[in-house]
């Protein structure tokens, strides 16, 4: 629940220093409270007449991310830190897993809780800052593998253990590609100055894309006799969102940068983000100077925004979806669900708009062409299943909404 001093904060912000929402609203929460005063609506607008949306879901609490069982869904509720299944489109009263989350340890917004899930057949594998001990507290950033038996989540198998020394920062997002291997995204923790992309950087599994699980004997990946076997990409901030092209099985990601230029990257094997030296695109000039770590690789982001919109969630659709079949779909905490078309090879963006040509969405810009949806509070998740794009609504009643063709 946003606070009282949160409300007074925002408030105070645009009235005294006449500055819009989006300029001081790093907090998503604070963000979301902008958005309803603003006048959010209670349902999300799509752009185009040709799709439907519904509600799934309605009044879930603080929810980061789900996946598909069979077809049946599990998603996370961040906070309490339960697990809980839609069945047959009815949501269970009881949770199929409860963990020990860590709790806001201050007045600020964290981004510590449960965070990330994915599967592949039977297998579940789940992200999630867990609480032990007890006179004295510790964290840990864990990732656990479980099986799905009985409409239940069994054998729960500690596969990774990563920092959670910071608020801020955690990441968690994950997903799994057609061979399956899963994936997972941890932010820099705040480090910054000591992360792995630097030529003489820390070895300390932050600010990495994770290959998960591939040595059941290390759990700690920077312990590893090779821990750059275990880092898929490096250099990265704060990622919310990344999936995998089901044509191409490369791998997208969303990044937010500070106060400028977030980010959509294709992230290829060796894959550097360029954090804390690089945010937004560079010329040739300044990448050939680009000081990274060992054969990890740089490369511009497929498309930016100027002004920080905190994007999540990405997805691609399929022929189901006819006209938008070569899509990449891509949420924000503004509420915004984004469209992009996809170039012929499916390894960069395509614009008919000049304003965007330069794959930077400035704020002087047009960018009709690339809204698909509105209104949506904070998107968190956005994943496509059985002919549908599902969107999480993280504040907005607490929502999952399902969009289909006509």
Request: aromatic share 12%; glycine share 8%; net charge negative.
């Given at each position: 629940m946003i606070k009282l001093k949160k409300i007074i904060l925002i408030i105070s912000a645009i009235i005294i220093l006449g500055v819009s929402a989006y300029s001081v609203l790093d907090d998503p929460e604070l963000r979301y409270f902008a958005g309803k005063?603003?006048?959010?609506?209670?349902?999300?607008?799509?752009?185009?007449?040709?799709?439907?949306?519904?509600?799934?879901?309605?009044?879930?609490?603080?929810?980061?991310?789900?996946?598909?069982?069979?077809?049946?869904?599990?998603?996370?509720?961040?906070?309490?830190?339960?697990?809980?299944?839609i069945k047959?489109?009815?949501?269970?009263?009881?949770?199929?897993?409860?963990?020990?989350v860590k709790k806001e340890g201050c007045e600020c917004y964290?981004?510590?809780?449960?965070?990330?899930?994915?599967?592949?057949?039977?297998d579940v594998y789940v992200f999630v800052t867990e609480e032990f001990g007890n006179n004295e507290k510790t964290?840990?950033?864990?990732?656990?593998?479980?099986?799905?038996?009985?409409?239940?989540?069994?054998?729960?198998?500690?596969?990774?253990?990563?920092?959670?020394?910071?608020?801020?920062?955690?990441?968690?997002?994950?997903?799994?590609?057609?061979?399956?291997?899963?994936?997972?995204?941890?932010?820099?923790?705040?480090?910054?100055?000591?992360l792995e992309n630097f030529e003489n950087g820390n070895m300390n599994d932050v600010g990495i894309i994770l290959k998960v699980g591939i040595n059941e004997n290390v759990k700690r990946p920077s312990v590893s006799e090779e821990p750059d076997d275990h880092y898929f990409g490096v250099g990265l901030r704060n990622s919310f969102g990344l999936t995998f092209d089901p044509v191409t099985n490369h791998l997208w990601i969303s990044e937010n940068g500070t106060h400028e230029f977030d980010e959509i990257n294709l992230a290829l094997p060796k894959?550097?983000?360029?954090?804390?030296?690089?945010?937004?695109?560079h010329n040739e000039i300044e990448i050939s100077k680009f000081n990274g770590y060992s054969d990890y690789v740089y490369s511009n982001p497929e498309f930016s925004w100027e002004r920080t919109v905190a994007p999540t969630g990405l997805s691609f659709v399929d022929e189901n979806w006819d006209e938008y079949e070569n899509s990449l779909f891509v949420g924000d905490c503004e509420g915004t669900l984004y469209r992009f078309q996809l170039?012929?090879?499916?390894?960069?963006?395509?614009?008919?708009?000049?304003?965007?040509?330069?794959?930077?969405?400035?704020?002087?810009?047009?960018?009709?062409?690339?809204?698909?949806?509105?209104?949506?509070?904070?998107?968190?998740?956005?994943?496509?299943?059985?002919?549908?794009?599902?969107?999480?609504?993280?504040?907005?009643?607490?929502?999952?909404?399902?969009?289909?063709?006509?």
């Open positions: 005063m603003s006048g959010l609506k209670d349902m999300p607008d799509l752009s185009s007449k040709n799709f439907t949306i519904e509600e799934v879901v309605v009044g879930i609490n603080s929810s980061t991310a789900l996946t598909f069982v069979n077809d049946d869904i599990l998603f996370l509720e961040k906070e309490t830190g339960k697990i809980r299944q047959n489109g009815e949501l269970l009263e009881t949770s199929v897993w409860d963990f020990n964290t981004e510590s809780g449960l965070l990330g899930i994915t599967s592949y057949y039977s964290y840990e950033n864990r990732i656990y593998k479980f099986s799905w038996e009985d409409n239940q989540l069994k054998n729960p198998k500690l596969v990774n253990i990563l920092p959670a020394d910071a608020n801020m920062h955690h990441g968690g997002a994950m997903t799994v590609n057609s061979e399956g291997d899963v994936f997972a995204v941890i932010g820099d923790q705040e480090y910054e100055e000591n894959y550097n983000s360029g954090w804390p030296q690089f945010l937004g695109p170039s012929e090879d499916r390894q960069s963006l395509v614009f008919q708009n000049p304003d965007l040509q330069d794959l930077v969405l400035n704020e002087s810009d047009s960018y009709d062409e690339i809204i698909f949806g509105k209104n949506f509070g904070c998107i968190t998740d956005v994943e496509y299943h059985d002919g549908h794009l599902y969107v999480i609504s993280y504040l907005n009643n607490g929502a999952i909404y399902k969009i289909k063709p006509n």
